[in-house]
């Protein structure tokens, strides 16, 4: 009896691999063009690790993480998300002591168990760029900046940019007394069983639930941005003015929310009018508190995640790269003059492949035809013999 594959992962060959590989060869040359360096983490840490910067009240930590015991007894984790992992990294190298500004990325699986679905699995993949060490406007609005210009290098359309200011310590406490005083107002009831529990231990993110009913209570709740101290106001006005500068549009979302108190000022989403529900394609924003919270020196950081299936889904149905060649070798002895011909091709640059084993003509050219190869290059005796080889032109 064989054994199948895991529910929620997946075997992925070409063209679905080809897309992959493009979207990541696509982050390597824009990411590069800012100053980006790639990053390689850990797939397992210490699960407090992601307790500490994802919050132990969240679903990811409660209900969807990989966690299990070593054999000394302590609890690691297949990372859910990169950038616990990438700020782990940046504390215990000492990062912080021998650059001002670190820019970082990095891409790779994640994991978390959830019910499978189009564009969500429980081995998901992710690209994520972390900016840490500036607290200047400019570090939000070039990342904002980087993103968009990595999406449409993937050929990406019908986006929308969303953002928000999120405020800071000193005046985000003003805005949850507002809404918390806002919310006492409204028939518990009519919340989601969710939403009735974040209004004691989360309210922000009764803001950004997706059900209409709680959407609906919600409308006339507290705006954030209304609540800014002059320092935010300013920080989030400069994002907008140098995204303004660049021609670059964006949608001001109310209700655009982050439920840690790290984060903070900047926030913001891509979402996709083309791949259904599932609408968000990337996000990210600031949390100048997140590299202190796991035991680092206060250093302020801005970033962004997307998620890569999704990717996938908005650059549609991808096609294998075509090879070059397909050497159909008729005999013994042809076969071997056609073996070291195509090691020459390749080491020419060229790709390509040939039979290994005997076959009818017609046989052998099928499966040059199945292989999408350019060009078909055939070597019988008589070819072997006279030192030449016969070029057909697949494509036409």
């Known amino acids: 009896m064989s054994i199948a594959r895991i529910k929620g992962f997946a075997d992925m060959f070409p063209p679905d691999s080809d897309q992959f ?8 040359s824009v990411f590069g063009r800012y100053g980006f360096v790639e ?8 699960t407090e690790l992601f307790c500490r910067s994802i919050g132990e009240e969240t679903d990811v930590v409660q209900k969807e993480m990989y966690t299990f015991p070593d054999r000394k007894g302590r609890s690691l984790t297949l990372r859910p998300e990169a950038t616990a992992g990438v700020m782990r990294a940046y504390i215990e190298s000492g990062l912080t ?24 699995m429980r081995q998901f993949h992710q690209i994520n760029c972390e900016c840490l060490g500036s607290h200047s406007p400019m570090a939000d609005a070039e990342l904002v900046s980087m993103l968009l210009r990595f999406l ?47 209004v004691e231990t989360n309210p922000l993110r009764v803001l950004d639930c997706k059900q209409p009913g709680c959407r609906a209570i919600t409308d006339n709740a507290p ?15 400069t994002v907008l003015h140098l995204l303004d500068g660049q021609g670059l549009a964006y949608e001001l979302d109310h209700r655009l929310v982050r439920g840690l108190d790290y984060y903070c000022r900047t926030t913001f989403e891509v979402v996709s009018g083309s791949i259904g529900a599932q609408a968000a394609v990337a996000g990210g924003g600031r949390y100048d508190g997140l590299v202190k919270s796991l035991g680092g020196p206060d250093v302020p950081g801005v970033g962004f995640a997307c998620g ?30 056609g073996w070291l011909l195509a090691q020459n091709l390749r080491d020419a640059g060229l790709t390509g492949e040939m039979n290994f084993s005997e076959g009818g003509f017609k ?8 292989s999408g190869a350019k060009h078909c290059l055939i070597i019988g005796p008589d070819e072997a013999a006279q030192g030449s080889v016969v070029v057909k032109n697949l494509e036409s």
């Not at 970082?104 to 679905?117: D, I, K, N, S």
């Not at 050929?155 to 949850?176: A, H, Q, V, Y």
């Not at 060649?325 to 076969?335: E, I, K, P, T």
């Open 363 to 370: 046989s052998l050219m099928r499966q040059a035809g199945k």
């Open 39 to 46: 990053l390689r983490t850990p797939l397992l840490e210490f």
């Open 97 to 120: 002591n021998r650059e001002p500004v670190s820019r970082l990325f990095t891409t790779g699986p994640m994991f978390r168990y959830e019910r499978p679905q189009k564009g969500r």
């Open 308 to 337: 890569m299936e999704r990717l996938a889904l908005m650059m549609g149905e991808g096609n294998a790269a075509a090879s070059d060649f397909y050497l159909v070798a008729m005999d013994a002895q042809s076969r071997t003059q």
């Open 223 to 237: 705006k954030l941005i209304d609540y800014n101290c002059p320092d935010c106001r300013a920080h989030f006005d």
């Open 21 to 28: 590989t493009r979207i990541e060869n696509t982050a390597r």
């Open 152 to 198: 449409s290098d993937l050929g990406l359309t019908d986006l929308t940019l969303k953002i928000n200011s999120l405020g800071c310590s000193e005046c985000r406490p003003k805005f949850k007394a507002a809404l918390l005083e806002y919310l006492k107002g409204v028939d518990r009831d009519a919340l989601c069983p969710d939403c009735a529990r974040r």
